[in-house]
């Protein structure tokens, strides 16, 4: 048998198990779609950010904040009084994680808006976006 008869079986299956190893290391490498930081502009026009990371068993946690609360209040000129904030655990099912987290409107003195506000977000794979319970989107 002569060297090129040899060399083609050998170099397809290097070239086959080479493709099957990059396969399986990108899929276990893909990256959560929802870990990350993400903006959106409110309802009442204040700017928001979402910062998403992992928890322990499956779960994330969330810093939320918004520069200018409405739920926070608006002075005699109609500009908002404060930003907003909230920590919390999101519980994933499917393409959605959601939690109760208190909401603290950050003037001074801070003070607790309310204690089990509700915050949902569904990913939207083909917009690589999440939308918030209100149809709010969030992008990166």
């Known amino acids: 048998m002569n060297k090129t008869k040899r060399w083609i079986p050998l170099s397809a299956t290097a070239l086959s198990l080479l493709v099957t190893a990059m396969l399986v290391i990108g899929a276990a490498a893909a990256p959560d779609p929802f870990k990350g930081t993400w903006h959106s502009i409110d309802t009442d026009g204040s700017n928001q950010t979402l910062h998403i990371g992992g928890g322990p068993g499956g779960s994330y ?13 608006f002075d005699a000129n109609g500009d908002f009084l404060a930003a907003a ?16 987290a208190p909401v603290y ?8 808006y309310d204690l089990d506000a509700y915050f ?21």
């Open 85 to 100: 904030s909230a920590v919390g655990r999101l519980g994933p099912l499917g393409n959605t994680i959601s939690t109760l």
């Open 105 to 112: 409107c950050l003037a001074s003195p801070r003070y607790l």
């Open 61 to 73: 946690h969330m810093v939320y904040y918004d520069d200018g609360a409405s739920v926070c209040g």
């Open 120 to 140: 949902e977000y569904t990913y939207q794979a083909g917009t690589d976006t999440l939308v918030d319970q209100w149809g709010t989107v969030w992008s990166h």
